[in-house]
C-alpha cells in the first residue's frame, strides 16, 4: 500500500492567516492526489482533485500542488468556516490511502 | 441533484450480520465507481474498497479482505457493504462516496458522499 503522511498533524491559526498542509506519499503517485476537507459532524467534501484542480464551487483562497511524492494544499486568507480537519488521498493505486488528517483549530 | 442516501444507524451485538445501503441519484449510477470509507470514533478517513456497478468490478484494501463485502445492483443504483458477523471494533461511521472521472476514465477524487451511516456493536 502507499502511505500518506500529513504534516502537520494540527495546526493553529488567525482568521486571515495563510496556512499550507504538506502531504508526503511513499511512492510516486504523479499527479493523483486529492484534498478533502470534513467538519465535525459531517461527511468530507472535496477541495481539490489531480493535485491542483479546483473542485467545483471551493473558493479560490484554496490552491492545492505538488507531483510525485511531495504535495501542498495552501489556504491564502483563513476564513472561519476554515476551521476543520483536511485530508489529502492518492488516487494513484488502489488501495486509494487516506493521510491521517490536519486539524486547523483557531488560535 | 446528484445525491448519495445511506440506509440509517443501526445498533447490532458481536456476531449478527448486517447490511448497509447507498442509493444514487440524479446520475447514471453504473458508470461512475462507488467507494466505502470508514470512520472509527474521533479517528481519521479509512478507504475500504471499491465497486465499479457496471460491471461488479470490486478492489479491496487489504486491511478489510475477507472482513466485509461489497456488492451492487445497478438495476436499483444501489450498492451495499455487509459483514457476516460483527465485532465491536466495527463501531464506526461508514461513508460511501462517488469516485469521479479522471484521466482515461480512471477514479479521481470523489465528489459526492453520502451522509454516513452510523453502526454501533455492543
Known amino acids: 500500500d502507499i502511505q500518506m503522511t500529513q504534516s502537520p498533524s494540527s495546526l493553529s491559526a488567525s482568521v486571515g492567516d495563510r496556512v499550507t498542509i504538506t502531504c508526503r506519499a511513499s511512492?510516486?503517485?504523479?499527479?493523483?492526489l486529492n484534498w478533502y476537507l470534513q467538519e465535525p459532524g459531517k461527511a468530507p467534501r472535496l477541495l481539490i482533485y489531480?493535485?491542483?484542480i479546483l473542485q467545483s464551487g471551493v473558493p479560490s483562497r484554496f490552491s492545492g500542488g505538488g507531483s510525485q511524492t511531495d504535495f501542498t494544499l495552501t489556504i491564502s486568507s483563513l476564513q472561519p468556516e476554515d476551521f476543520a480537519t483536511y485530508y489529502c488521498q492518492q488516487t494513484y493505486s488502489t488501495p486509494y490511502t487516506f493521510g491521517q488528517g490536519t486539524k486547523l483549530e483557531i488560535k | 441533484e446528484v445525491q448519495l442516501v445511506q440506509s440509517g444507524v443501526e445498533v447490532k451485538k458481536p456476531g449478527e450480520p448486517l447490511q448497509i445501503s447507498c442509493k444514487g441519484s440524479g446520475y447514471t449510477f453504473a458508470a461512475f465507481w462507488i467507494a466505502w470509507v470508514r470512520q472509527m470514533p474521533g479517528q481519521g478517513l479509512e478507504f475500504m474498497g471499491i465497486?465499479?456497478?457496471?460491471?461488479?468490478?470490486?478492489r479491496y484494501s487489504p486491511s478489510f479482505r475477507g472482513q466485509v463485502t461489497i456488492s451492487a445492483d445497478k438495476s436499483i443504483s444501489t450498492a451495499y457493504l455487509q459483514w457476516s458477523s460483527l465485532k465491536a471494533s466495527d463501531t464506526a461511521i461508514y461513508y460511501c462516496?462517488?469516485?469521479?472521472?479522471?484521466?482515461?476514465?480512471?477514479?479521481?477524487?470523489?465528489?459526492?458522499w453520502g451522509q454516513g451511516t452510523t453502526v454501533t456493536v455492543s
Open positions: 462516496a462517488r469516485h469521479q472521472k479522471g484521466d482515461y476514465s480512471r477514479p479521481s477524487g470523489m465528489d459526492v
Open positions: 489531480t493535485s491542483s
Open positions: 511512492q510516486t503517485i504523479s499527479r493523483y
Open positions: 465497486i465499479y456497478p457496471g460491471d461488479s468490478d470490486t
